[in-house]
């Protein structure tokens, strides 16, 4: 049964053919492109993508720069796959609205669960979701609508931004360790990969200004919010 269709760029065709070999048995139908131009003739020709996985150093048009392009017409989820892993470079790509980050060398396993995570998520949102409202401390989280706002006023969170929120909140008062953290927001084992936590956490603090300060640093365990 096909799973989806995923669009692969990668300058180096055996990174290309390693992810689609793995894509192709859990199901998907996948496309590649080996530089950002191919990519985003690509991406504007095929309008039934669920996910592209995207490489950030590439020839012609690096993959900040497709990113860029994409999200000014388009949400679709995005993995960036990257031997570029300092906190600044995964800063950039959630600044411009990648959804997950995922370095080199990586396992081919782990990659598929991850998309398949994203595109599972994704489909819930078009379904629906629920028309659940949260609110704390001045945070107002409308997970039907997928929006959120601080003393009425409308921010925009990347996807997983608003999900981490929307953790927060719900599990408010309650000490998160950063491994509960990745298990219910990630919804897969992230491995102990407790910096995409921290990175998450500093721009969705930076995001709700004075009310960042809402989320305290339990240091050597986790975070917790208080309102």
């Not at 991406?43 to 592209?52: E, Y």
């Not at 048009?61 to 600044?88: F, H, W």
């Not at 959804?99 to 669960?113: C, H, M, Q, R, T």
Request: aromatic share 8%; proline share 2%.
């Amino acid at each position: 049964m096909e799973q989806g269709k995923i669009l692969v760029v990668d300058d180096e065709s055996r990174i290309r053919k390693l992810v689609k070999d793995f894509l192709t048995r859990e199901g998907y139908e996948v496309l590649e492109a080996g530089d950002g131009e191919e990519a985003l003739h690509i991406f504007n020709q095929q309008h039934d993508l669920n996910l592209i996985i995207l490489d950030v150093m590439m020839p012609k048009m690096n993959g900040y720069q497709v990113l860029q392009k994409i999200r000014e017409t388009s949400k679709i989820p995005i993995i960036m796959l990257t031997a570029k892993t300092s906190e600044e470079d995964e800063l950039q790509g959630f600044n411009l609205g990648v959804d997950e980050y995922i370095g080199k060398p990586f396992s081919p396993k782990i990659l598929v669960a991850r998309v398949n995570a994203v595109i599972r998520r994704g489909q819930q949102e078009s379904a629906g979701g629920n028309g659940e409202v949260l609110e704390a401390g001045g945070i107002r989280v409308d997970i039907g609508a997928h929006t959120a706002s601080v003393d009425g006023r409308e921010i925009v969170l990347s996807v997983k931004e608003f999900e981490l929120l929307t953790y927060f909140i719900q599990n408010k008062g309650i000490a998160l360790s950063r491994d509960t953290i990745l298990n219910n927001v990630w919804n897969y084992d992230y491995f102990g990969d407790a910096r995409t936590i921290d990175t998450h956490v500093k721009k969705l603090r930076a995001k709700l200004g004075d009310k960042g300060d809402l989320i305290k640093t339990i240091w050597g365990m986790g975070y917790k919010f208080e309102a």
